[in-house]
C-alpha cells in the first residue's frame, strides 16, 4: 500500500560484489547502527570484493567500530573500511578500491560515479569537447575521474578537491602514471579559486551545484566552463546564472548513468559572450 516502508534485503540491480556486500552489511552492521549517517559501499565491477565506508552524522554508535572490523576479517565481501568521524578516520583491511588495471587504488568512501562503463563514456566525450591541450582549472576533482584523461589528452590540470584521501589519491596515481607534471592536486574548497590563467574550467560539483562557485568564475574573467552535473536543475540554475550575464550554451549532453531511476549525469559546455 503507499506509504508503506518494505524491506529489500537484495537489490538486483547492483553489481554482484555490491549485492554481496550489501547482504553482508545488514548482517554484521545493522544491529548496531542506532544513528543517522551514511554508509557508502563501493567495488569495481568485476571484483569479488568492496569497501564500507560509516560516517554517522554524531557520536559514533557504540559496538560499530568492532562490527566494521568482523565485516572485514570474518567474510569475503569486504575487504576494507573505513569509519569517518569528527575525530578523524579510523581503517579496517585495505580500505581502497581498483578501478582501473593500472590504478593506485580508490579511497573508501571517497566519490564515485554508481555506473563506471557509463562513467568511461562520459568522460571520453568531455575530454573530446575539451579541445586542443590547453591548461585547465578542475574543481570537485574527486580521485581523478576526469583529471588523468584530461592530462593523457596533453591538458595541463590544476585539480581541486576537498578530501584530503582522495587529493593524496590523486596525488599518488599521477606519479605512477608518469604525469605529475601534468598534475597539480590542490586540497581546498573550490570557491577558494587558485591562480590562472586557464584555458577553461571544468567542474563535477555535488547534487547542490555550484552557485557561489560559478560566480566566482565569472568573476575571472574566465571565457569557457564545462560543468558536469548529476542534477540537471541546479546545473541549469547555475548555467542561468551565467546566461543573464552574457555566456551561451555552446552544447549539452545527457546520460543514463543512474539506470531504473529519475535521474541522469549531464554536461554542458558554456561560453562567454560569442565564443
Known sequence: AGGDLLDIPECP??????DAL???????????LAATGELRLTAAPGGPSGTVAARPDGAVPVG???ALDRLVRCGDACHGAVLLHREGARSFGSP???LGPDRVGHPAGAF??????????????VVARAGPPGRVLELFAGAGNFTFALAAA?????????DARAVAALGDEARVRGLADRVTAVR?????????PFDFALLDPPRAGAAQVVAALHATGLRRVIYVACDPFTQARDVGWLGARGWHLAAARAYD???????VEAWADVRRGAD
Open 112 to 125: 564515485v560515479q554508481a555506473h563506471q562503463a557509463g562513467s568511461a563514456a562520459l568522460v571520453a566525450e
Open 188 to 196: 581546498g574548497d573550490a570557491i577558494h579559486l587558485p591562480p590562472g
Open 13 to 18: 540491480v547492483l553489481a554482484p560484489p555490491l
Open 22 to 32: 550489501l547482504r553482508a552489511v545488514r548482517v554484521n552492521l545493522l544491529p548496531v
Open 154 to 162: 596533453g591538458h595541463t590540470v590544476v585539480a581541486v578537491e576537498q
Open 257 to 263: 548513468l543512474f539506470p531504473h531511476t529519475g535521474h
Open 96 to 98: 581502497v578500491d581498483h
Open 64 to 66: 560499530l567500530a568492532d
